[in-house]
């Protein structure tokens, strides 16, 4: 059974930083690329960053470049998004993702056909 668990949410003030983690099991991890993606209230749902199955490709949302950065630790199966430079329009609710269906390094990360999601943990930031 794949379980894909995000943390590290919370309320913060603008300029702070947040890592959020996804711990992950019932995974191939060391061969599945990973993402995480983003929902405010009234939005539909957006890529935020995703990373290759070998961590040598990563992929960001313009508005986030600089200032996040996505890895992971194929040791511990987990996915991490390090936060910076937090604004408000940063609040929403952030999931991880996986996509079982293997991609070279060659592929784009924000193409993946991602069909594993975790519960999503709610980062507020305020101004």
């Known amino acids: 059974q794949v379980q894909l668990v995000e943390s590290g949410g919370g309320l913060v003030q603008a300029e702070d930083s947040l890592r959020l983690t996804c711990a992950t099991s019932?995974?191939?991890?060391?061969?599945?690329?990973m993402g995480w993606f983003r929902q405010a209230p009234g939005k539909e749902r957006e890529f935020v960053a995703g990373i290759s199955w070998s961590g040598q490709v990563t992929r960001y949302e313009d508005s986030v470049k600089g200032r996040f950065t996505v890895s992971r630790d194929n040791v511990k199966n987990t996915l991490y998004l390090q936060m910076t430079s937090l604004k408000p329009e940063d609040t929403a609710v952030y999931y991880c993702?996986?996509?079982?269906?293997?991609?070279?390094?060659?592929?784009?990360?924000?193409?993946?056909?991602?069909?594993?999601w975790g519960q999503g943990t709610q980062v507020t930031v305020s101004s």
């Open positions: 993702a996986a996509a079982t269906l293997f991609y070279s390094d060659y592929e784009n990360p924000q193409l993946y056909e991602y069909d594993y």
């Open positions: 019932g995974l191939t991890f060391t061969s599945v690329g």
